[in-house]
């Protein structure tokens, strides 16, 4: 069985931090939003090594955000510095649709920020809480039994059987 990453757009790819700021994702400087410390790096070893292209972006929004977000991609020359294929981006309206989704891909492994997302990823056997929101941890904890939490980039490489190059800063 070939495996297959899944990975979630906001909170993990695109960093919240600004989401207080003028550079919130949200605003009209939303190019200047910084991505997740380490992520390009960390999506590169994935995409080059352990999976070998088979890494998917798999993002819940609405048609603005898309837009916006595949600007932003465009913008930090995602493709280019990670390695994957502007083809290998996905999107779905309803944060339960992530399931189809991935179904359809033949996601083996996903990362996302919101237990509710992952609790509906039921035929995904590996699951991965990136930096989760302590009240939506509450909320949907009876799901924490299938899930692996994961603070950073560098200890998600870890959880994955590769050696971390990635540094707690940009790219």
């Not at 603005?64 to 465009?74: F, I, M, N, S």
């Not at 339960?96 to 056997?125: N, Q, W």
Request: aromatic share 10%.
């Amino acid at each position: 069985m070939t495996e297959r990453l899944g990975v979630d757009v906001g909170g993990v790819i695109i960093d919240r931090v600004n989401d207080a700021e003028d550079t919130s994702f949200f605003g009209d400087r939303y190019l200047e939003t910084t991505e997740v410390p380490g992520v390009f790096a960390a999506l590169r070893t994935l995409a080059n090594a352990r999976f070998g292209g088979e890494v998917y972006l798999v993002s819940k929004c609405g048609r603005r955000v898309q837009e916006r977000t595949l600007e932003w991609l465009a913008h930090h020359d995602f493709y280019a510095a990670t390695g994957i294929s502007p083809e290998h981006v996905h999107f779905c309206r309803k944060r339960a649709d992530k399931a189809g989704v991935c179904s359809e891909l033949g996601i083996t492994h996903f990362v996302d920020d919101r237990l509710e997302v992952l609790s509906y990823l039921h035929d995904v056997p590996h699951r991965y809480l990136f930096q989760p929101s302590p009240e939506e941890v509450r909320q949907f904890a009876q799901f924490l039994p299938h899930v692996r939490q994961v603070a950073s980039w560098a200890e998600l490489l870890q959880a994955l059987g590769c050696a971390s190059t990635v540094g707690p800063g940009p790219r």
